[in-house]
Each structure stands twice: as structure tokens, then as C-alpha cells.
């Protein structure tokens, strides 16, 4: 009997190694990586420089303490910043914790305003983690129930709705700010267009709100923009990272700028692990590749090969309702439940993954090549085909 608490339903099937985009299992067989262990393996699978740059950080320094001077952490919030159009970054272990950094800037700001009881507009069917604030913030009943009392605070709207958004404002004086995914990652790879998010910005900025946009999944290159926001026009007060952050190593941040920068203190927060050396030369070093490589232009266009290639060959398919997503974000929408997909797939030595019930998720790594892709759609398209018509 396992000791490893029951948090977890398991696939049957541990891997061993990987390289790139493949992985092997314990028994051997190799399997196509179209997942990165969610939006986590940036750079694919045992890429050389991550490894080098690791290895070297781990010989020199893993971790000192936030009582110090952190180098690591100035470099990498000197590099997020200019890339993000942010002014300052909290540094902690993961996207729960990045997001409860977020909604305590957002709760700090309201106290600041005078508001007492702040209250954040949180979106139907977002995910924003398992701590109790962000699953109190989530938008999933499932995440939430057996943890009750939820934490207060937060209001619900539906996602891609600005009446509602108007509404809440007319009711409640107590909002200081809206929490968005641009695209919604658990949900079932959610997106509205430009005008949705554009708008949102306009409503914060007439209230004097703060936008928060998770980008824990759909940050970091996904989209084919380093950030989703990017994607649609929109500049937000605070954005918070993680998954594919440091290419596989704990690392998330909280980013802040206009409105949101300069409000924490020494004492407000913190974290014992939070942007340790290890996982700042981790995060360093993808990005430098992300860059080096090519990557955001590489996620764009194998992305859209990817969606054109399969819409191509699910055409006369029944039962497809839509392919979606932007660069290597993507979800396939099925007309019924394809939890099984994921099982079926694996047999076909495939990683996928299905969310939201009924949407099959693609998430590869960044450097998916052409062949890859291939290869992908070759093994996608008879399986969704066979499990449509069975
Ligand atoms: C995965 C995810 C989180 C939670 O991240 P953890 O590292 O598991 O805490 C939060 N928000 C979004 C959008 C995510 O996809």
C-alpha cells in the first residue's frame, strides 16, 4: 500500500528519462510529449543548457535565504520586467502562491483606498490554484467543496460578460480589482477576443481597479507571445507566472506594475524558498533560450500548423465542436465527455490530456518541432476519429 497521501488519480505508467519531446516509461516505451507535464517542460526534456546551467548553480549556490542579497533575483526581474512592461516581482514557489501574492496586493491596495472588506471579480470556470484563497477564487465547485468556509472576498462573473462586470460594479463599492486567465487553462482552453479584455482594462481603469491576469499557464511563450495579455492588447496592473517559468524547476512569480507597483513592504510578505538561486538560474537560462531559440515564433507556428492540420482532418468528423487556442495553447472541443482519450492515447504513446470534460488539451513544449507535430496530428486524428464514431 502506498504512503504517498490519495491526492492524485494516477495514469498507469511512471517514465524513466526523456529527451526533447520524448519521454521513455520504466518499461521502455517512448512516448511523444504534447503535454510538457502542463505547460511545465518549456524547453522539452533534458535540454542541454538547462541542464549545464543547473548543474553549475547547484556546484555553486541552491540556496542562501531571503535575509541576503539575491543576485538571481534582481537579473530575472531586471528580464521579466522588460519584457512583461512591469515595474517589480515577488518571487515564490509555485501558481497558487504567485496568485495569493496577487490577491493580497489586490486586498492591500483596497485597505490603502480605505476599503475594508476589498473584493476581487473572479471569473466562472478559471482555475487560480489549491491554496484557500486561489480555490476560493476558482471557479470550480468541484475544487472547492469539503473546504468550506471558502475564503470571503471575492465575487463571481461569467467569463467573457462586461454587463456583468458593469453590474457588480453598480452594486458593490467594495471591488478593487478584476482576476482574469486569458485563456482559461483548466476550464477547457477558454478565450473571447481582444475587445473582451480591452474592455476589462477600460472598467478597472474607470474604477480604479486593478487587473490581475494569471498567466500561469498561458504565460511564458505559450500563446507565441511571451505573455497571453500581449496577445490581446491589454496591459495589466499585476500578472502572475509559474508553470513554465523555470522549465520544470518550483518557481512562480507575482508581477506588478502601474497601480499595483510599490505597495508591498519589508514584512508584507515573503517566502522561505522563494526565488532561490537554483531556481533563478533555471529560470534565467529559459528564458535566454526562449529567445536564443527562436521559441515564441516557433510556438506560433507549429501551433497553427498544428490547429490547421487537425481541423483539415477532423472535417468530416461528427462530433468536433471547435479547435481552439493560440501558438502552442490548444484545445480540441468534442461534443461529449473524452476523459478516456487520455488512456487511448497513451496506448498510443501520445501524452495528452482532456479538461473541462469534454476538450482534448495540447500543451507541448516550446521547441515541438515540424516533425513532432507531424507526427502528433498522424496519431491525434484516428483517435478522436475512432472514439467519435464508437
Ligand atoms: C496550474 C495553474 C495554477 C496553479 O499553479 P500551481 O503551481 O499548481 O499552484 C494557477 N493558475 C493557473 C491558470 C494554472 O493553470
Not at 313 to 338: F, K, N, S, T, Y
Amino acid at each position: 500500500m502506498s504512503h504517498v497521501m490519495n491526492t492524485y488519480a494516477r495514469l498507469p505508467v511512471a517514465f524513466s528519462h526523456g529527451k526533447g519531446s520524448r519521454v521513455t516509461d520504466t518499461e521502455g516505451r517512448e512516448y511523444l510529449d504534447a503535454l510538457s507535464g502542463i505547460a511545465v517542460n518549456t524547453l522539452g526534456h533534458a535540454h542541454p543548457r538547462l541542464v549545464a546551467a543547473i548543474a553549475e548553480q547547484a556546484g555553486r549556490l541552491i540556496h542562501t535565504s531571503n535575509l541576503y542579497g539575491a543576485v538571481g533575483q534582481e537579473r530575472l526581474a531586471d528580464r521579466l520586467c522588460a519584457l512583461s512592461g512591469m515595474q517589480e516581482v515577488f518571487f515564490g514557489n509555485s501558481g497558487a502562491e504567485a496568485n495569493e501574492a496577487a490577491i493580497k496586493l489586490a486586498r492591500f491596495y483596497g485597505h490603502k483606498k480605505g476599503i475594508e472588506l476589498p473584493t476581487v471579480i473572479v471569473m466562472e470556470k478559471s482555475f487560480h490554484g489549491r491554496t484557500m484563497a486561489t480555490l476560493s477564487a476558482t471557479g470550480n465547485y468541484k475544487v472547492q467543496v469539503g473546504f468550506e468556509p471558502l475564503v470571503a472576498g471575492f465575487v463571481r462573473v461569467p467569463y467573457g460578460d462586461l454587463d456583468a462586470i458593469r453590474a457588480v460594479a453598480e452594486q458593490n463599492p467594495n471591488i478593487v480589482a478584476v482576476m482574469l486567465e486569458v485563456i482559461q487553462g483548466e476550464g477547457g482552453i477558454h478565450l473571447r477576443e481582444p475587445a473582451y479584455y480591452q474592455g476589462v482594462r477600460q472598467l478597472c481603469d474607470a474604477h480604479d481597479w486593478l487587473m490581475i491576469c494569471d498567466e500561469v499557464q498561458c504565460g511564458m511563450g505559450r500563446t507565441g507571445k511571451w505573455f497571453g495579455y500581449q496577445q490581446v492588447g491589454v496591459q495589466p496592473d499585476i500578472a502572475t507566472l509559474a508553470k513554465g517559468l523555470g522549465s520544470g524547476v518550483p518557481i512562480g512569480a507575482c508581477m506588478a506594475g502601474g497601480r499595483a507597483a510599490g505597495l508591498f513592504g519589508p514584512g508584507n510578505h515573503g517566502s522561505t524558498f522563494g526565488g532561490n538561486p537554483l531556481v533563478c538560474a533555471a529560470a534565467l537560462t529559459t528564458l535566454d533560450c526562449i529567445e536564443e531559440e527562436g521559441l515564441l515564433a516557433n510556438a506560433e507556428n507549429i501551433g497553427k500548423l498544428i490547429r490547421q492540420r487537425l481541423a483539415a482532418g477532423l472535417a468530416d468528423a461528427q462530433g468536433v465542436v471547435d479547435i481552439r487556442g493560440h501558438g502552442l495553447m490548444i484545445g480540441i472541443e468534442l461534443d461529449r465527455p473524452c476523459g478516456v482519450l487520455v488512456t487511448q492515447g497513451l496506448a498510443a504513446g501520445l501524452l495528452i490530456n482532456v479538461t473541462g470534460d469534454t476538450v482534448v488539451r495540447l500543451l507541448p513544449p516550446l521547441n515541438f518541432s515540424e516533425r513532432d507535430a507531424s507526427e502528433l496530428v498522424d496519431r491525434m486524428i484516428p483517435l478522436i476519429k475512432a472514439f467519435l464514431a464508437g
